[in-house]
């Protein structure tokens, strides 16, 4: 296992968004390590359209500015959500959604920790398959807020990334999710692992009327 170091985001944002496939995501919640595999990220860039970035320099876009590797949180919703700035400013990869992962180093009550801290709307435990579906729903599940990580970097004794050795064998490419028309909708900056794609914010398998999307192997560069 090797925790990413700054260096390894120091690539385009589709590239990373390809590499980050596979990557778990270590937080420390209290006395307990919860662990999350990515299966979907989306790609930005400070050119297109559909990037917080494009629309210019705030305070509360910062991030996006800094060196790679620093972490870019913001309502979406009004709930929390994960980016990660890379090589060339304003350009970022969203980590759109995971699936829980267990190994040596989570504890063993950390998959209802992780329910604990995400449950339905009813109060429920939320079911294993879809506790980080979604982006906001990862950060739930993982405790991961805004006021405490926007513009921070990862900090190896409580929160970071961590390389498995896992690599998707195919990947899906297609559009990117609630882009506005006109703000560069069609460009194929989504990218899934294929194995758990029924497990992603919204499987384009299902809805290729809906969303283009092809099948790519191994992790090819943009």
């Not at 385009?12 to 299966?39: D, F, H, M, N, T």
């Not at 294993?128 to 906001?136: A, D, P």
Request: hydrophobic fraction near 35%; charge should be positive; aromatic fraction near 10%.
């Amino acid at each position: 296992m090797t925790i990413l170091r700054n260096s390894f985001f120091n690539q385009e944002s589709c590239s990373l968004a390809k590499q980050l496939l596979g990557k778990v995501i270590r937080r420390k919640y209290r006395q307990y390590w919860l662990s999350a595999q990515i299966i979907e990220t989306e790609a930005y860039y400070l050119e297109e359209k559909g990037s917080h970035a494009s629309l210019g320099f705030t305070e509360k876009r910062k991030a996006l500015f800094m060196p790679p590797g620093t972490i870019y949180m913001y309502y979406a919703r009004g709930r929390d959500s994960l980016n990660v700035s890379c090589k060339g400013k304003g350009n970022a990869v969203l980590i759109k959604s995971a699936f829980p992962y267990e190994d040596q180093l989570t504890h063993p009550a950390a998959i209802e920790v992780m329910q604990q801290l995400n449950p339905l709307p009813s109060g429920q435990l939320r079911s294993i398959q879809k506790l980080c579906r979604g982006q906001t729903l990862l950060c739930a599940s993982l405790h991961l807020t805004v006021p405490e990580w926007d513009q921070q970097q990862f900090e190896h004794d409580c929160f970071y990334i961590d390389d498995v050795s896992i690599k998707p064998d195919k990947i899906i490419q297609s559009t990117r999710m609630g882009i506005p028309q006109g703000r560069d909708e069609n460009l194929l900056y989504r990218f899934i692992d294929y194995d758990f794609a029924p497990y992603c914010s919204s499987n384009p398998l299902t809805k290729r009327k809906q969303v283009p999307g092809l099948i790519l192997t191994g992790n090819t560069k943009k």
